[in-house]
């Protein structure tokens, strides 16, 4: 009886051991995850602010010609919408310029009213953004025309 009772509280003992030890599992394996998505996250930002860096500054070189600001940074697209003018470089997950049908990033800069504008200061807004709506960076941009 004695001998039984014993094997019995050990079979006990183990099972709640390993029951510590699957809820500690889990535990790391969220910790583990939530940190990843961090990472790939914080990676995306870095990227978003390197080539926003790289959009502001040719379009600073340019004096605020959008055209030549995207040929600097290696090509894109522009279109006309609704009165608003936008320069389009599309990146793909690894953040190499592609074409449009492979793209998952995309960096705009905007400009709002007309192309020729008769100012000191050109002002835009360059936006990096996801393609799938989450926007990345945004900021406002001014140069001085040549």
Known sequence: MNQRSRS??????QLIVV??????GAACVSILTSAYLTARDSKDIVNAISVAESGAESYKATGGD???AVEMLGGGAISNSDGAY???IYYDRQ????????????FRIIRNGPENR????????ILVEKLTGETLITFNVAANPP
């Open 19 to 24: 029951a510590v030890f699957a809820i500690c």
């Open 66 to 68: 959008m055209i030549k």
């Open 8 to 13: 019995t509280l050990f079979l006990i003992e």
């Open 118 to 125: 008769p100012t000191s200061l050109i002002t835009d807004k």
């Open 86 to 88: 936008e320069a389009i």
């Open 95 to 106: 953040w190499h310029i592609c074409a449009i049908d492979e793209a998952f990033y995309a």
